[in-house]
């Protein structure tokens, strides 16, 4: 099958083809200085294109003087293959590849693309938990029920005992109960969408186990 590459020898269609990609795309030299950029990249740090080019990426999107050591562009100059890496700045998270383009048998570019992950991860962190809550609430729930349904069994034979135990079986059973609203909590908590962590002691966020139970 023919296939006429000549389009693409065209500058001006190659950055069409790098403005349609949806994730930032910049293309550098091995000095990392950048050569092409995609409008997404452009977009996302508020620059326009004649304002990066030439710049050191690293400077742009790390915020730093030189190239970080575990970026996947530096890990892919030394093993001359398509590297991938993660780094986060300004609380987002980004997913990065750097893919060497060879020239003469030596690296004349490297493709280097930035996806921003931060809402896959948060929606994969809430889904953990609430899987995990729903597993756990579950869990407590049958053992729950048999300490209860015993004690209610001993509470039935209360006149025959003494009323040190008859006070410990009203505290077991208060106790049960109370744990009993907790699971409900959790289980309603499971199926009401986005959780959310509210401050705790020592600088500590747990599971707002109320909000379930409000929606």
Same mark, same amino acid.
């Given at each position: 099958?023919? &296939? #006429?590459?000549?389009?693409?020898?065209? =500058?001006? *269609?190659? %950055? $069409?083809? +790098?403005?349609?990609?949806?994730?930032?795309?910049?293309?550098?030299?091995?000095?990392? &200085? @950048?050569? +092409?950029?995609? /409008?997404?990249?452009?977009?996302?740090?508020?620059?326009?294109?004649?304002?990066?080019?030439?710049? =050191?990426?690293?400077?742009?999107?790390?915020?730093? #003087?030189?190239?970080?050591? #575990?970026?996947?562009?530096? *890990?892919?100059?030394?093993?001359?293959?398509?590297?991938?890496?993660?780094?986060? /700045?300004?609380?987002?998270?980004?997913?990065?590849?750097?893919?060497?383009?060879?020239?003469?048998?030596?690296?004349?570019?490297?493709?280097?693309?930035?996806?921003?992950?931060?809402? +896959?991860? $948060?929606?994969?962190?809430?889904?953990?938990?609430?899987?995990?809550?729903?597993?756990?609430?579950?869990?407590?729930? %049958?053992?729950? %029920?048999? *300490?209860?349904?015993? *004690?209610? +069994?001993?509470?039935?034979?209360?006149?025959?005992? =003494?009323?040190?135990?008859?006070?410990?079986?009203?505290?077991?059973?208060?106790?049960?109960?109370?744990?009993?609203?907790?699971?409900?909590?959790?289980?309603?908590?499971?199926?009401?969408? =986005?959780?959310?962590? @509210?401050?705790?002691?020592?600088?500590?966020?747990?599971?707002?186990?109320? /909000?379930? $139970?409000?929606?």
């Amino acid at each position: 099958m023919h &296939r #006429d590459s000549s389009l693409f020898k065209e =500058p001006d *269609v190659l %950055q $069409e083809v +790098l403005d349609a990609i949806p994730d930032m795309v910049i293309i550098i030299d091995p000095e990392y &200085r @950048i050569l +092409l950029v995609n /409008r997404e990249f452009c977009h996302n740090y508020g620059l326009e294109n004649d304002e990066v080019i030439g710049v =050191p990426y690293y400077r742009i999107v790390h915020g730093h #003087d030189i190239a970080k050591e #575990d970026c996947s562009c530096t *890990v892919a100059l030394v093993s001359t293959i398509h590297e991938k890496s993660e780094f986060s /700045r300004f609380k987002r998270t980004y997913a990065t590849t750097a893919h060497p383009i060879f020239l003469d048998g030596k690296i004349a570019a490297l493709v280097h693309t930035f996806k921003d992950i931060t809402d +896959l991860r $948060e929606r994969a962190r809430q889904k953990a938990i609430t899987e995990t809550v729903g597993a756990v609430s579950h869990e407590l729930t %049958q053992p729950l %029920q048999i *300490v209860l349904a015993n *004690v209610s +069994l001993l509470t039935g034979c209360a006149a025959e005992l =003494p009323d040190a135990v008859r006070e410990r079986l009203a505290i077991i059973e208060e106790s049960v109960t109370n744990m009993g609203a907790l699971i409900r909590k959790l289980q309603n908590l499971s199926g009401s969408g =986005p959780v959310e962590l @509210i401050p705790y002691e020592g600088g500590d966020r747990i599971l707002d186990i109320n /909000r379930g $139970e409000a929606l």
